[in-house]
């Protein structure tokens, strides 16, 4: 820890970024869409959000932040080696060193898109989003606030990526329900810190009641048809705000939402960076579908991709889930939250009777088909879970052994 932290206030002081260790591959990087955009003056307010970070975001970003900002500013790594006992400097050098010959703006344009996404830990004043009126309290993983008409339900175990612990399910289906009855014209879901959601948490395996796994199975079938369920009957305008990665359950469900806006934001995945994805790897887990998506799916983006992506599991960017029609729209991450929240705020202003009869017209052909597709899901979960197919994926991602 003490080391930890004097190489954050060092990095600190010997520029205005930080640390890392690090091995980005440089093709990935040349070839990144949106790689060469950063202007100088995006690099230096980034420089300066960094210095307004409230907590500490880890070696690991630190380290990325060093890297990146050295390359940016000087080029290809060219100090001298530290010695082996000089660990500081050490993880440093090969933090700048792996970045290899990545061309200056690639790596400004990268060290803007990292600071973007420690958005939610700086004290940044241009986000417009609400949450500072009305904070409902008796949550434990969720921030549920209610301001300007939105009520916004963000999801909030950053940590581990947003993954939905059976208290989530609970309390998201409370939210929802708050939230329906609520004064509020539009109901906002979003994620806190770098993901939007990584689904279910696999650690919902783990803790078998007496009963058995059957039972344990039997139950989670119930939670999971109600918690679906909920989505079907939200009565408001439903609006995601996908701020990261998504997967699983948080895919799916986006099906049964009334809009969907995404960021294009770059995140880092196992020190790769890679734009945010939707992904549905139920094969590779040895799942199923759910959150009504063996239906919606194939009607929004045609029968052979939703194969591809439910069946196969391709993971999909936002601008490609964009074009399959899965994401409304999407924006670029540094204006992401500014933009949606303007457009968000004067949705709110729209006549709240009309837009819930508008809803209510589109959704009440489906609804009953609905129910009934979520219904067949979750008996077909039911058996997945019980599977050895499903019990090897969760013990290898439990043990390390595997990650998407
Ligand atoms: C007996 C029957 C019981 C059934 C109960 C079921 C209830 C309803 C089920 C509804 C059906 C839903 C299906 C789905 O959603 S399928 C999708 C499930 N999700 C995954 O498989 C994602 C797994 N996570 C990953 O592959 C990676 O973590 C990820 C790519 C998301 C990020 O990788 P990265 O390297 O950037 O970060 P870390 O892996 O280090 O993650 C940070 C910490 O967060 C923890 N984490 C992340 N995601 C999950 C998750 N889904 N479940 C549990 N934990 C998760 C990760 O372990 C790290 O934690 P630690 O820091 O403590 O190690």
Redesign the pocket.
């Known amino acids: 820890m003490a080391m930890a932290y004097l190489a954050w206030r060092l990095a600190r002081r010997s520029c205005p970024s930080s640390l890392q260790v690090t091995s980005f591959p440089v093709v990935q990087l040349h070839m990144n869409r949106t790689a060469m955009r950063a202007s100088q003056k995006d690099f230096e307010n980034s420089m300066n959000q960094v210095k307004l970070l409230k907590k500490d975001p880890g070696n690991e970003v630190k380290l990325k932040l060093y890297a990146l900002y050295k390359q940016a500013t000087e080029g290809p790594c060219n100090m001298p080696k530290p010695g082996v006992f000089d660990l500081i400097n050490k993880a440093k050098w090969d933090a700048w060193n792996a970045l290899g010959s990545l061309p200056k703006e690639a790596a400004r344009q990268n060290y803007v898109d990292l600071v973007s996404s420690l958005s939610p830990s700086l004290e940044s004043s241009s986000q417009v989003e609400p949450g500072t009126d009305r904070k409902s309290t008796g949550f434990e993983t969720l921030v549920v606030t209610s301001e300007d008409g939105i009520t916004k339900i963000m999801f909030n175990r950053p ?3 947003n ?4 208290e989530m ?1 609970h309390e998201i289906m409370r939210a929802l329900k708050a939230a329906s009855k609520d004064d509020s014209i539009i109901t906002v879901l979003t994620g806190n810190g ?2 939007y959601s ?8 783990t803790d ?1 009641p007496p009963g058995g ?1 059957e039972e ?2 039997k139950n ?1 079938a119930v ?2 048809r109600e ?1 679906v369920g909920c989505f079907i009957d939200f009565p408001k305008p439903l609006i995601a705000v996908v701020n990261g ?1 998504a ?4 895919v ?1 469900l986006l099906g049964l939402f009334d809009a969907v806006y995404a960021s294009d934001r770059m ?4 020190l790769l960076p890679l734009q945010a994805t939707f992904h ?3 094969s ?2 040895g ?1 199923s579908p ?2 009504c998506s063996s239906y919606t799916f194939p009607k929004i983006m045609s029968p052979a991709k939703a194969t591809e992506m439910l069946i196969f599991g391709k993971k999909l960017t936002a601008g490609e889930a964009c074009a399959q029609g899965l994401v409304t729209e999407v924006f670029p991450d540094s204006t992401f939250q500014k933009e949606v929240w303007t457009r968000l705020k004067a949705f709110a202003k729209l006549p709240p009777n009309a837009l819930r009869i508008s809803k209510e017209v589109i959704r009440k052909r489906e609804r009953e088909k609905l129910h009934a597709v979520n219904a067949e899901e979750c008996n077909v ?1 039911q058996g997945r ?2 599977s050895d197919e499903c019990t090897n ?1 969760v013990v290898n ?2 043990s ?1 052994k ?3």
């Open positions: 940590k581990k990526k993954a939905i612990n059976t399910y770098d993901y990584s689904g279910n948490d696999l650690t919902n395996f078998i796994v344990k199975a989670n939670l999971l918690f990665p997967v699983g359950i948080s799916t995140v880092f995945f196992s549905t790897p139920f590779h887990l799942q759910e959150g979960l879970w019980l994926a991602f439990l390390r595997s990650k998407l």
